[in-house]
C-alpha cells in the first residue's frame, strides 16, 4: 500500500516562506508524477504544482514565480518551497503521487496559514 506523509506546514506571516515535504513508500521506478494540491473549505481541491518522472514541473498561475517543486528520488521526497506568500494561499496543501500503471495516491494534508 502506498504511503504519503506531509511535513513543514505551519504560520507565516505574508511575505514569509515555508517548505513542505512529502514523502512516499512508492519506489521511484514506479512513480508517473508527484504534486501538490490545495484545498480550502467549501471549494475544490486545486493543483498547485507537479513534477513528471522526468523532471517536467507545472504550476498554477498564482503561483508561478513564488512556488517552487523540486524532488529527492534517493529520499522518495518531494518538496513544495513558497515564497512570497499571501493570505490567499492559506489552505491545506496535499500530496499526491500518480503511479505508473493504475495509482492514485493522497497525503492527509498539512495546514498552511498565512496571516499577520
Known amino acids: 500500500q502506498v504511503q504519503l506523509v506531509e511535513s513543514g506546514g505551519g504560520l507565516v506571516q505574508p511575505g514569509g516562506s515555508l517548505r513542505l515535504s512529502c514523502t512516499t513508500s512508492?519506489?521511484?521506478?514506479?512513480?508517473?508524477?508527484m504534486g501538490w494540491y490545495r484545498q480550502t473549505p467549501g471549494k475544490e481541491r486545486e493543483l498547485v504544482a507537479s513534477i513528471s518522472r522526468l523532471g517536467t514541473t507545472m504550476y498554477d498561475d498564482s503561483v508561478k514565480g513564488r512556488f517552487t517543486i523540486s524532488r529527492d528520488n534517493a529520499k522518495n521526497t518531494v518538496f513544495l518551497q513558497m515564497n512570497s506568500l499571501k493570505p490567499e494561499d492559506t489552505a491545506v496543501y496535499f500530496c499526491?503521487?500518480?503511479?505508473?500503471?493504475?495509482?492514485?495516491?493522497w497525503g492527509r494534508g498539512t495546514q498552511v496559514t498565512v496571516s499577520s
Open positions: 499526491h503521487l500518480d503511479r505508473i500503471g493504475p495509482g492514485n495516491f
Open positions: 512508492e519506489s521511484i521506478f514506479t512513480i508517473n508524477s
